[in-house]
């Protein structure tokens, strides 16, 4: 599927054509919906597309579409047309932040030139944002990437706790970016001249995870020959990162605590109290409360750690932010290999942000890798076909797409006509027009007109 130039939304079908027929005569792409929420559907904050809207819509007027659309990015234009009764309420979306009022009937050269005018805009901004990112220093815009308000809220949290004594738990599903968000915590925060000491609590076998943390002294147990200094002493002066903390067997967690309430360890076979200062960041996939209400971690433990807590979203929930994510990993990956990385076109970028990711984070960087090296399969041929729905999309999309390939099968049986192919549907020309352009169907059709 191609990016849009213009996303318009108007209930009216007529209205819909003529503003759709205008745009397109100036050489600009549109997807036409009926209503606000199918308009947004998918709109990320990397989009390109700039909206096009009338003011009085089914369940939601250009009021609402502005503050929908500035949730996603604030930096998207939103064109309102307004009939004279509608123009307080285009108005008050004006001081919302609008881009252009145009007052009803929309005069085609005041349409196209302020459509040109917000699109050259957009894409300015997107511009700036991608040379800011590859220009920046080393920050947090580098470090936690997305544009999306989530990210950008959570990029404040972050740099704020940083410069904060204290402890910190970071949750989130495998992949979210865990170690990422711990790492620069580390690097910008209090205990940035210090060790990151990393620490998989459930990669090391129960019988070696005290020594491993605590360290020990010659002969405190069989086989200790040697003095060893444990993780936890290792990071003195620095950030102590325990992963997987749910995995900390029971044992572990009440030596754990003493060491987080009196900031002292004792070595395994030692008597010996050594202080230690150090930040301690926990991550964990579970909800330790949870699990400590089921006797699987102790309660006590769960509160002390559960002091400065960072959520950290599936990339499910921030798929605005997937096309700059993978730009960067691409850099990356490209980088490794001296290459120059390769361009990607708006057909891959859509399929990217219509998976589910369950992977997260983690798994867009493997695409990306796989992208680089040739491995990654195109999601759809030059004639427009079939993309997967991934089992998890919602029963939407997943309709969505069987609607798509049923149009596109439809139109491959009747050469592209398309007053063939609406009969067969039993549609009108018009609604399969819409249709068409809802799935970015005749952009890629060479046939599709009689």
């Known amino acids: 599927m191609k990016m849009q130039d213009v996303i318009l939304i108007d209930d009216d079908p007529e209205v819909l054509e003529a503003y759709c027929q205008t745009l397109e005569l100036e050489g600009m792409t549109v997807a036409a919906h009926a209503c606000v929420e199918e308009g947004l559907f998918g709109l990320g904050s990397d989009s390109a597309s700039i909206i096009v809207s009338d003011v009085r819509m089914p369940n939601h007027d250009g009021f609402d579409l502005v503050s929908m659309t500035k949730r996603i990015d604030a930096d998207i234009p939103v064109i309102l047309i307004s009939g004279h009764g509608d123009v307080p309420m285009a108005l008050q979306a004006m001081r919302a932040g609008a881009w252009d009022l145009i007052e009803k009937p929309a005069d085609p050269v005041h349409l196209v030139e302020s459509v040109r005018r917000a699109r050259e805009h957009r894409r300015i901004v997107l511009e700036n944002r991608r040379l800011r990112l590859a220009s920046l220093p080393d920050g947090w815009e580098t470090r936690v990437i997305g544009h999306s308000p989530t990210m950008v809220a959570m990029r404040n949290t972050l740099a704020r706790i940083a410069g904060a004594k204290t402890d910190v738990l970071i949750t989130g599903e495998t992949g979210t970016g865990k170690e990422v968000a711990?790492?620069?915590i580390h690097d910008f925060g209090s205990h940035a001249n210090g060790r990151?000491?990393?620490?998989?609590?459930?990669a090391i076998p129960e019988a070696m995870l005290e020594s491993e943390l605590f360290g020990h002294e010659p002969g405190a147990f069989t086989g200790a020959r040697e003095r060893r200094i444990g993780k936890i002493e290792y990071a003195h002066g620095g950030t102590l990162f325990l992963d997987e903390i749910e995995s900390m067997p029971l044992a572990a967690q009440v030596r754990l605590l003493r060491v987080l309430q009196e900031r002292t360890i004792e070595r395994l076979g030692s008597n010996k109290e050594l202080p230690v200062d150090m930040r301690v960041i926990s991550a964990t996939k579970h909800n330790l409360h949870k699990l400590a209400a089921d006797g699987k971690f102790r309660e006590d433990l769960a509160y002390r750690l559960d002091i400065a807590r960072i959520e950290i979203p599936p990339l499910r929930d921030r798929k605005g932010?997937?096309?700059l994510l993978?730009?960067?990993?691409?850099?990356?990956?490209?980088?490794r290999q001296g290459w120059v990385a390769p361009k990607v076109d708006g057909g891959r970028l859509t399929e990217l942000a219509a998976r589910s990711w369950p992977g997260n984070v983690r798994e867009l960087r493997n695409v990306a890798e796989r992208f680089v090296l040739g491995l990654e399969e195109d999601p759809a041929d030059g004639t427009g076909a079939r993309v997967p729905v991934a089992r998890t999309d919602?029963?939407?999309?997943?309709?969505?797409c069987h609607e798509r390939l049923v149009i596109l099968d439809a139109l491959s049986a009747h050469d592209g006509k398309i007053g063939a192919t609406a009969d067969a549907l039993g549609i009108?020309?018009?609604?399969?027009?819409?249709?068409?352009?809802?799935?970015?169907?005749?952009?890629?059709?060479?046939?599709?007109?009689?």
């Open 182 to 184: 711990a790492r620069a």
């Open 196 to 202: 990151f000491v990393a620490v998989n609590c459930g």
């Open 321 to 323: 932010d997937v096309a």
């Open 326 to 335: 993978f730009h960067h990993f691409l850099d990356l990956a490209a980088k």
């Open 394 to 400: 919602t029963l939407e999309a997943q309709l969505d």
């Open 428 to 450: 009108s020309r018009k609604t399969l027009y819409l249709k068409m352009r809802k799935f970015d169907i005749a952009a890629r059709m060479d046939t599709a007109a009689e």
